[in-house]
């Protein structure tokens, strides 16, 4: 695989998935995450309704860490034309119009609180 550079389109597997976001394993030692809000413009209700894990997803890297080898990535930013095969049918049921101006402020928050938890749960 060539280097991954920012703007690349690149295939991740989702190992991983939590109420803020899908985890990716890419080829080379890659991982990232694939934050709820970087799904879909839309609201989302329920991420476990858009990936399982296995599933094998197109994402544009946006951010590159070269030390840990973790992508920060998106499905947003994908071109229009450009369909990510198993993610764009779930993603499109679970979608409902909804203002994210709440979401917005909350989020960081809520992002902070899970990964809280998962780190105690990971000391244990």
Do not use: W
């Not at 280097?3 to 080379?28: H, P, R, W």
């Not at 030390?67 to 095969?85: G, Q, R």
């Amino acid at each position: 695989m060539n280097e991954i550079k920012v703007g690349d389109i690149v295939e991740g597997i989702v190992t991983s998935i939590k109420k803020y976001g899908a985890f990716l394993s890419f080829e080379g030692g890659y991982v990232g995450l694939l934050h709820i809000s970087e799904i879909s413009g839309k609201f989302i209700s329920n991420i476990f309704n858009c990936f399982q894990i296995g599933d094998k997803i197109m994402v544009v890297v946006k951010e590159i860490n070269k030390e840990t080898k973790h992508l920060s990535v998106s499905t947003i930013d994908l071109p229009h034309n450009f369909n990510a095969p198993n993610a764009n049918n779930a993603i499109h049921k679970s979608i409902r119009n909804i203002d994210f101006s709440k979401l917005d402020k909350a989020l960081p928050k809520m992002v902070e609180i899970e990964l809280e938890k998962e780190k105690k749960e990971s000391n244990k």
